[in-house]
């Protein structure tokens, strides 16, 4: 019930640790979650299985790296429901390249989606959070932002968003809303099943727990960090590892 009356967004909610995030809300009787990605069917059809009822969970199309776009949607947002309590940044995409071989689009495209892309969100949502008195933004990093060869770019737009979590978070704490963000290590998706069997073994080996994270345990951190219950918790980017990372 820690949701009951709260309008949330969750964006790349197409798949994996959004939907993931966007079940566990409707799961918590929210008011309404907003599901926004690129793959309107995809996300659509996410929607219709965690909200079979169709009262809780909407489908938006939505490239949070167009800027245009972005305000266009939350606008629509607005006009149904008004206001946005909660927003969750987790679209993100990878381009893994050792760096002396990355070429411009691998870097741009990197940093306009994961970086930009929370901008844009942030920017749309935080004027109405500041005049309600209330908001919960949560930003999903990486474990990445610490290092990690052949992602740069990945890398750097994980720290970006660190860095930008710790700086909004000071400016928004007067206004009682907080800011987190999440910084999973690998997390078993659909991002994942590309990797050859190896190379994932080398993984779960590195991993102390010995296993991958998974999409729900990574939404059971995001619906705390986005509750009351997390009131008091700000700025905080908390690693969700296995243990890779203490």
């Known amino acids: 019930m820690r949701f009951l009356n709260k309008i949330a967004v969750v964006t790349g909610a197409a798949q994996g640790i959004g939907a993931a995030i966007a079940k566990r809300f409707c799961e918590e009787n929210i008011e309404k979650v907003y599901l926004l990605d690129m793959n309107f069917k995809k996300t659509d059809m996410v929607a219709k299985n965690i909200d079979p009822s169709g009262n809780h969970a909407v489908a938006l199309a939505c490239n949070v790296a167009d800027r245009k776009e972005v305000n266009e949607v939350f606008n629509e947002i607005l006009q149904l429901s008004g206001r946005v309590d909660i927003l969750v940044n ?102 994942l099943q590309a990797v050859p069997e190896k190379v994932m073994q080398k993984f779960i080996d590195a991993i102390p727990m010995n296993r991958l994270g998974t999409p729900e345990e990574l939404a059971a951190v995001a619906a705390f960090l986005s509750s009351d219950d997390a009131s008091f918790v700000t700025g905080e980017c908390i690693v969700v590892s296995g243990g890779s990372y203490m």
Request: hydrophobic share 35%; aromatic share 8%; net charge positive.
């Open 90 to 191: 987790n679209a993100g995409i990878a381009r893994d390249s050792m760096f002396h071989k990355m070429d411009d689009n691998q870097w741009d495209e990197v940093i306009k989606v994961n970086l930009t892309g929370m901008y844009n969100c942030c920017k749309a949502v935080v004027d109405g959070m500041r005049r309600q008195k209330y908001g919960k933004i949560v930003n999903l990093a990486s474990v990445s932002a610490f290092g990690n060869i052949g992602q740069t770019n990945y890398g750097a737009s994980k720290g970006g968003v660190i860095g930008f979590t710790k700086c909004l978070a000071k400016e928004l704490a007067r206004n009682n809303c907080t800011v987190n963000a999440i910084a999973p290590s690998y997390i078993n998706t659909e991002m």
